[in-house]
């Protein structure tokens, strides 16, 4: 929290004086605080922290359809473990972002650092990188699919000319995970170069002419001064990078689809939890796995967070 | 200028347009697609400008689903979103920014639960919610889950809390009651926030799917992000169709984007600095 805010502006010294006058003051405003936040904090315990007990409720329940929910215990936990395709399913999400978060998080630090640098029409390049960001993913899921057709493809017809069989690369379980990391790298360049561009510009540029006169090469001046300048930015861009990774769902949703043989290979836990939560309505389970995914996420930030502390410098 | 600072702008000008050109493509591949007829889409080798321009599948997918409505369900679904979320976050940030009341941290833990947990947690007893009131295909189901924004109270707060005090001891000076302070003084003051929040939620609410997925089955009642999934569902393979279904979904959103791009790459590099 802030310090040196004059947040109780109204218990400065003059205000203290135990007249009755004051406490009403006082009183009013605590009154308007409560005021203020009561429809925030009515609609956060309706619409999230009760129904985050439901879950939790229901992740030990069996439920079918509109039906009541009859409590389980374990049950839906313990079937977990034999269930084969969860299994499966947790590793896709895994692989997805292990491949998928370094590329993402190394390529836009490389353009971030590139337009960083005093060159003309960097605006021009800013816009374009960031178009994917504002573009609906279904419409991407759609426009990547049709790229990477097998037939009629355009990347396959461009290998083609360089006598390269490409692959089949939506419905080849060999090659779907990649292409979604292909895709999902896409999408999200342009929002982590933005937030790592502001991150760099504020590093004072004495730091580079000193590093200068002193002889340093360019690429000593990035490992040494930028990384560890920028590494709280950094850390964010890893941080939401990894958890909307580990959350995929619109692109195998849209670019996979229910009926694809790859399917099993490719899909993700928040996709699981959609067929069994809304396709085949056995919201207990569905719970069971969003609770399974919280806490692999948990896991991951943890992780993360024990890491930040050998390479993040905070000033 | 010496040479080699000449070759470096070259390199890092040659990475940036193929940077560039690999980030475009998808999208100028989705236009000449939709341009084309079926039989040209498939022909090997593609076609990169075909011969005939066709509107007519901008035409025949406006006919086949109701993207008129689709229009206005977005618009709907943002404009509530964005507005719940600039009147009610701000009021919350403010009054945990600036107010002192008792329980202020301990209550402020419930913002900082919601903003830890990942969406999918709420998803099934939001819909129970939204099937318990009868809402399912409506708009209000749609906007329910973005009513409150804990995210956008957090970002807010920051904010106000980075706004110095001199400003409000002024107004209260001159005998501001707090939500004079707040709406007068402290909200004009923060309108860089408020456009960062406001782009944030819009873009937010408009590329999700699996909430409206979830609550609004009727076609009519879609927004343009489901209302693309079900045109797929429909024609899986009529690509040039399915392209300019695309174009229609993505071009709102893009011709803002140029329009306010300051305000966009500003918000978006604020999101992530005040974390």
Known sequence: MAKGNKEDISVSPQTMQRSKKNWNKKAIDYAWGYFMIAPTIIGLLILNIWPLIQTMYLSLCKLSGFGSAKFIGFDNYIKMFHDKELLKTILNTVEYTILSVPIAVVLSLILAVLLNTNIKYKFIYRTLYFIPVVSTPAAIAMVWKWLMNYDYGLINYILSIFKIDGPNWISDPKFALFSLVIVGVWSCLGYNMVILLAGLQEIPKTFYEAAEIDGAKSINKFFLITIPMVSPTLFFVVITTLMSSLQIFDLIFMMIGNTNPALPNVQSLVFLFYRYSFFISNKGYGSAIAILLFMIIMIFTLIQLLFQKKWVHYE | ?275
Request: with cysteine.
């Open chain 2, 1 to 275: 200028m010496k040479n080699s600072d000449i070759s470096e702008k070259i390199t890092i000008h040659t990475i940036l347009i193929v940077g560039s050109f690999i980030m475009v493509l998808p999208f100028i591949w989705m236009f000449l697609t939709s341009i084309k007829s079926l039989a040209v889409s498939m022909q090997i080798p593609p076609v990169i400008f075909p011969k005939e321009i066709i509107w007519k599948n901008y035409v025949d997918v406006w006919n086949k689903l109701p993207f008129s409505q689709f229009y206005i369900n977005t618009i709907l679904l943002v404009l509530f979103r964005v507005l719940f979320a600039i009147t009610l976050c701000s009021m919350a940030a403010y009054s945990f920014a600036r107010i002192k009341f008792p329980g202020r941290d301990l209550i402020f833990m419930i913002v900082l639960i919601q903003l830890m947990i990942p969406s999918q947690l709420f998803i099934i007893p939001q819909y129970l919610i939204v099937v318990k009131l009868a809402w399912l295909n409506t708009i209000k189901a749609l906007v329910l889950p973005g009513i409150v924004n804990a995210f956008g109270t957090f970002l807010l707060r920051q904010f106000f809390l980075s706004l110095p005090a001199e400003l409000e001891e002024a107004g209260i000076l001159d005998g501001c009651n707090r939500w004079q302070l707040y709406w007068k003084i402290m909200m004009p003051l923060a309108k860089s926030g408020l456009v960062a929040l406001s782009i944030f939620t819009a873009i937010y609410a408009w590329k999700d799917l699996l909430w409206p997925l979830v609550v609004n089955m009727s076609i009519e009642k879609m927004p343009l992000s489901a209302g693309l999934a079900n045109l797929q569902g429909q024609y899986t393979t009529n690509y040039p169709q399915l392209m300019a279904g695309s174009i229609f979904a993505i071009t709102p959103m893009i011709i803002l984007f140029f329009f306010f791009q300051k305000q966009f790459i500003q918000g978006i590099a604020t999101t992530g600095s005040k974390n």
